[in-house]
């Protein structure tokens, strides 16, 4: 039996860098019958270990991890030169120098390795396809893999490479594309059933689902599950921070951006981002190893108005209750609004 067809709740909590996705919050939402995610993206792989080991400790469930792949797109480095001249004059500002906009794989050879060495039941990888062989090595040791895609024919690309499921990621999602190249512009719905009209793998629906009705609707629409980050956000398990949490609760609109990290990502707008995003270049990780000094002092100073502030379309709708709480409320609602449609199409017939 796969881990999507044993889930009690159809809901996946999606994997946040950057500190949201906690071991408790992961262990919060597997216990209460959904799948939770750590995301190994921007930590090292002995952090990565030691947060395996308390979700174990957690919970008997089962649960995931996500893995940034890393990129091969050559950068323009003139690009982000300037990029770099421009940000000074605020970095003066706080009193900090900005980083150095080295590359860098994220570690991903090593966290793969202990993942191997040390399986967990679900490993997603984001920022492109996996190669055939790590898919391989992870399923002969019982790790099911899942690849996460913008692009319906990348839906099929990895459904070719032998992945257990397929997460598609609409545009509304918050934070950080999960495939590359990262411009593409498909809303979850089109994507969703683009998807599955080319690829024979379940499905797990992205972006914008932040209530019951729009599980609904991402079950309807041929979804195995959903997977919901943005909702989490300001449960106690989490790791947000209180700007991010305030942010969040907030009416505030949302847009992409590469001005953070040089790869674009769904956030809350601020003066940051209207100011530097039409001048951000691409480039992942350099660009974020540009701005890391910035955002932590800006962080540390409490200025909304400079970190980055992830979070999908349909933020307002989180709400500061439990994990477990959270999974139960939303999975009963999607239950009602599937009832009620089913209701509806008795008067079609």
């Not at 900090?96 to 390795?113: F, Q, R």
């Not at 890391?292 to 002092?297: F, G, H, I």
């Amino acid at each position: 039996m796969s881990v999507l067809s044993a889930l009690r709740q159809p809901i996946v909590a999606a994997p946040m860098a950057g500190g949201p996705s906690t071991p408790a919050l992961v262990s919060a939402v597997s216990a209460a019958g959904g799948l939770g995610f750590l995301a190994a993206g921007m930590i090292d792989t002995g952090r990565l270990v030691a947060d395996i080991a308390e979700v174990r400790a957690r919970t008997r469930r089962p649960f995931g991890v996500n893995v940034f792949l890393p990129g091969d797109d050559a950068v323009d480095e003139s690009a982000i030169r300037e990029y770099a001249r421009r940000l000074a004059p605020q970095a003066d500002q706080f009193g900090v120098s900005l980083g150095e906009p080295v590359g860098g794989d994220d570690a991903y050879p090593e966290k793969l390795a202990a993942l191997l060495a040390d399986p967990v039941p679900v490993v997603s990888f984001a920022f492109g396809l996996p190669d055939r062989a790590a898919v391989a090595a992870l399923r002969e040791r019982g790790t099911e893999v899942w690849a996460t895609v913008t692009r319906p024919d990348a839906a099929t690309a990895a459904a070719e490479l032998g992945v257990d499921a397929v997460v598609v990621q609409g545009t509304e999602a918050g934070g950080h594309r999960g495939g590359v190249p990262d411009d593409d512009d498909y809303s979850l719905l089109p994507l969703l059933r683009l998807a599955a009209a080319v690829c024979d793998r379940p499905l797990v629906a992205a972006g914008g689902i932040a209530d019951g009705p729009a599980l609904a609707a991402a079950l309807a629409a041929g979804a195995a599950a959903a997977q919901l980050g943005t909702v989490f956000l300001r449960c106690p398990e989490a790791g947000s921070s209180p700007l991010h949490r305030a942010a969040v609760a907030s009416a505030a609109p949302t847009a992409l951006t590469r001005a953070y990290t040089g790869k674009r990502a769904r956030g809350v707008v601020n003066a940051f981002l209207r100011a530097h995003d039409a001048a951000a270049p691409a480039g992942y990780p350099q660009v974020l190893h540009l701005t890391r000094p910035l955002l932590a002092a800006a962080r540390r100073d409490e200025d909304a108005s400079v970190v980055n502030l992830w979070a999908g379309q349909a933020h307002p709708l989180a709400r500061d209750v439990p994990a477990a709480q959270l999974v139960a409320e939303i999975s009963a609602s999607a239950r009602a609004a599937l009832a009620t449609a089913a209701q509806l199409s008795t008067r079609w017939g």
